[in-house]
């Protein structure tokens, strides 16, 4: 029996449950959290092994929970579609979102809002699981908002403290620039469909029932959503401030929600963009620029968790690169496989951060392998994999995209996505040296120690599945049966994804290069060889840690603007002519009653005058009429 419907059900009960009995339960609100989510987590595993067991063709179940709206041509339900791509998207979801729950048990330790904050964490995974399971695109975007509301209350979660707070209205509204295209890019397309079923959309897009100009109108206005959501180029200035949240919330955003939501929505609707290929070179242009742009970012970047968040925005751009020609399989795969190796470094950071008392710039650490051993081991195996070294699960799923880029002719794209991997092994050892390697930087009363198993646990988990999560898509070449492509097949449709050795050699390569200038330049831990780069760098480097001006430039151009607007249409508009305009009237008729006062004096003989001197009038008018 399918049991997708209690993937959603137990963490929203969670979710309930601790936000309004929460307080009641104390330090036990984190193990409900965890029942629940390892509830969901068993759901997800039981009902993809049903869905293996049923014949390729038969890989979808459509579940009618009930009639949601019905106006005119309009009629939703709240309905599910448990297929391949919801069931590899749920069983990551779960079962990376139930490691960092545990994890949280420990790290949220004596906060006084620990109940309510493990509430959001439920809710958080149950919107992610909404939006992965809806079947149409309204009850998608009721998911969507919804990690969007999440990601507002777990950011700001620590709102007493005003970077935070700043950080997470920064988000949400950042994000609802993109949610509003997408928005009206569910509008155009039921307009020219008359449904929103995903299932029905993507069926008239492959029969050409679809014009292209609508397609490609449609794809890119959902684009901008997933531009929004998966922090790409340009509204991708929210996801590293949002570090000032908790690290097992920058852990569950980066890995399994939220921004990975982008991601799917592209693969998912990829019939629309096989249609619109002017917007599937869009997606693949944007992605692979925006993979290169934030790792150079990160490359300068000081703080432990900001370096990890522009690691995250480039991952997500290797991802849109595989999406936006076609590579679908191998995006999907990129992106269970960065669930959890980026899981794993979140929490490795969270782990070097307990370890410091809360310390997040890399400049005051060095040598914390010897005082951190278990944090230093699973942050090796994480670096291992998000810079490509075999046997590790992102050699697998990068050169995976990779190769599929360049079988596909795309040239320019494939160079700009092999410096972006470059840069990619660089900055991702220049933490692992600059943080455990080299001598102590740390302050003076700082004692690094390991963290609790609750932490560690997690961590190690994380780090085999780092290890060998390259065996869920093991190419044909190496003995395998790219099992996972293979899956989601029916639901992504095939790609050309070949191996080639040429482009493994390549990349190989060019981590190896970025690898040893690194150590060159940072593993003696005394800082002097960095100095010196910069130095000779000077305005480039400037430019770089400035994150080339660009909040500075959306404050002089945008921002400002818009306050001015804002304040031109309170305090003009909105006093002046609005307020004015209904005030005025007021004004008019009080002053108008005070002269119309004056007449009623309460005297006969004043009323007797009035009604001689009207009298006297009519006379005078009749008279002069009959003249």
């Given amino acids: 029996m399918n049991l997708s419907w209690l993937i959603l059900a137990a963490p929203l009960a969670g979710a309930v449950v601790l936000l309004g009995y929460g307080k009641r339960f104390g330090r036990s609100s984190g193990v409900i959290a965890c029942v629940a989510m390892s509830v969901a987590f068993v759901a997800a595993l039981i009902s993809m092994r049903w869905l293996l067991a049923v014949p390729n063709g038969g890989r979808s179940v459509h579940f009618h929970l009930f009639e949601w709206l019905a106006v005119g041509r309009l009629h939703l339900g709240v309905d599910l579609r448990y297929d391949p791509l919801s069931a590899a998207m749920t069983a990551m979801v779960t079962g990376v979102g139930l490691l960092i729950h545990i994890y949280s048990t420990g790290y949220m330790e004596g906060d006084p809002r620990f109940h309510r904050f493990f509430a959001y964490l439920n809710l958080f995974v149950f919107s992610m699981l909404l939006l992965v399971l809806a079947d149409n695109l309204l009850f998608l975007y009721a998911g969507w908002e919804l990690v969007g509301l999440c990601s507002y209350l777990l950011i700001g979660f620590w709102f007493e403290r005003p970077a935070a707070a700043t950080a997470a209205k920064k988000a949400f509204i950042t994000t609802r620039i993109g949610d509003t295209g997408m928005l009206i890019g569910i509008f155009v397309l039921f ?10 959309i993507n069926r008239a897009a492959a029969d050409g029932s679809i014009t292209k100009t609508t397609a490609t109108a449609a794809a ?3 684009f901008m959503g997933a531009v929004g959501k998966s922090a790409q180029i340009p509204l ?14 920058s852990a569950l955003i980066h890995a399994a929600t939220m921004v990975t939501a ?40 000081d703080d432990i968790k ?3 968040a522009y690691s ?10 595989g999406a936006g020609v076609g590579a679908n399989g191998a995006a999907v795969f990129h992106l269970i496989t960065h669930a959890f190796f980026k899981s794993l470094l979140f929490l490795g950071a969270g782990s070097v951060m307990h370890g410091l008392g809360g310390e997040t710039a890399l400049d005051r650490m060095g040598g914390l392998r010897k005082a951190m051993p278990w944090t230093f081991a699973v942050m090796f195996c994480a670096w291992g994999a998000i810079t490509g070294v075999l046997p590790f699960a992102g ?25 972006a991997a470059m840069c990619t092994a660089f900055y991702m050892s220049r933490l692992l040296f600059l943080a455990f390697f080299g001598r102590e930087r740390w302050s003076e009363g700082v004692h690094p120690h390991e963290s609790p198993k609750s932490m560690v646990i997690p961590m190690a988990i994380l780090a085999v599945a780092s290890i060998f999560g390259g065996l869920l898509n093991l190419p044909e070449g190496l003995k395998g049966a790219a099992r996972l492509s293979g899956f989601l097949d029916p639901i992504v449709g095939k790609a050309n994804e070949k191996e080639a050795l040429g482009v493994v050699l390549v990349m190989w390569a060019l981590a190896a290069v970025a690898t040893l200038g690194a150590w060159f330049i940072y593993a003696t831990g005394d800082l002097r060889r960095r100095e010196t780069v910069r130095a000779r760098l000077g305005p480039v480097n400037t430019l770089v840690r400035q994150k080339f001006f660009v909040d500075e430039i959306y404050a002089t151009v945008i921002v400002a603007p818009l306050r001015l607007g804002a304040s031109f249409c309170a305090g003009v508009l909105d006093r002046r002519v609005i307020d004015g305009a209904v005030n005025g009237a007021a004004t008019l008729v009080s002053r108008a009653s005070e002269v119309w006062r004056k007449l009623q004096t309460g005297f006969v003989r004043s009323y007797a005058v009035g009604i001689l001197g009207g009298a006297a009038l009519l006379v005078l008018y009749v008279v002069v009429r009959t003249r």
């Avoid at 020219?192 to 029905?200: A, D, N, Q, R, T």
């Avoid at 360049?406 to 092999?418: N, Y």
Wanted: glycine share 6%.
């Fill in 191 to 200: 307009a020219s469909v008359h449904s929103l079923y995903i299932p029905f």
């Fill in 220 to 222: 890119l206005l959902l």
């Fill in 236 to 249: 991708y200035v929210w996801l590293p401030d949002a570090m000032e949240g908790p690290t097992p919330v």
């Fill in 262 to 301: 982008g991601v799917y929505l592209v693969v998912r609707m990829n019939p629309l963009y096989q249609l619109a290929h002017a917007a599937a070179m869009v997606v693949a242009v944007i992605g692979v620029a925006t993979a290169l742009y934030a790792a150079i970012l990160a490359m300068a970047e």
């Fill in 306 to 308: 900001r370096v990890l």
């Fill in 312 to 321: 995250t925005i480039s991952q997500l751009g290797f991802m849109f690169l």
């Fill in 395 to 419: 050699f697998f799923s990068k050169d995976a995209i990779m190769a599929s880029v360049w079988a596909g002719g795309h040239t320019a794209l494939f160079v700009v996505g092999a410096i």
